[in-house]
């Protein structure tokens, strides 16, 4: 089992750049491909980001490609998502999760949430 808790969102401006971490607890964290989503309100919650379990391979949402950097350092138990040239689109609650089987950019194939951490950027 992992339990994951996330931080470092905020309220920054159009263009500004952010870096969420999840913290992993659970001696398995290294054996899970990690990703993250986000949900606007009103909206499903939405693939973003993810790596394999060494962090070699990467997966991103198309609109995040070019813009969004996930990372994990597994020695720490950390998941990060670099977050550059936000846009207001972007805001949203952002969730870490580990993926239990199949297609990555479902959430439904997710097993572990954190509580996530609200991102906002203003216009």
């Known amino acids: 089992q992992v339990q994951l808790v996330e931080s470092g969102g905020g309220l920054v401006q159009a263009g500004d750049s952010l870096r969420l971490s999840c913290a992993a607890s659970?001696?398995?964290?290294?054996?899970?491909?990690m990703g993250w989503f986000h949900q606007a309100p009103g909206k499903e919650r939405e693939f973003v980001a993810a790596?394999?379990?060494?962090?070699?391979?990467?997966y991103y949402a198309d609109a995040v490609k070019g813009r969004f950097t996930i990372s994990r350092d597994n020695a720490k138990n950390m998941v990060y998502l670099q977050m550059n040239s936000l846009k207001p689109e972007d805001t949203a609650v952002y969730y870490c999760?580990?993926?239990?089987?199949?297609?990555?950019?479902?959430?439904?194939?997710?097993?572990?949430w954190g509580q996530g951490t609200q991102v906002t950027v203003s216009s």
């Open positions: 999760a580990a993926n239990l089987r199949g297609l990555l950019t479902s959430a439904s194939n997710y097993g572990y």
């Open positions: 659970g001696r398995t964290f290294s054996s899970y491909i």
């Open positions: 790596t394999d379990w060494r962090g070699v391979r990467t």
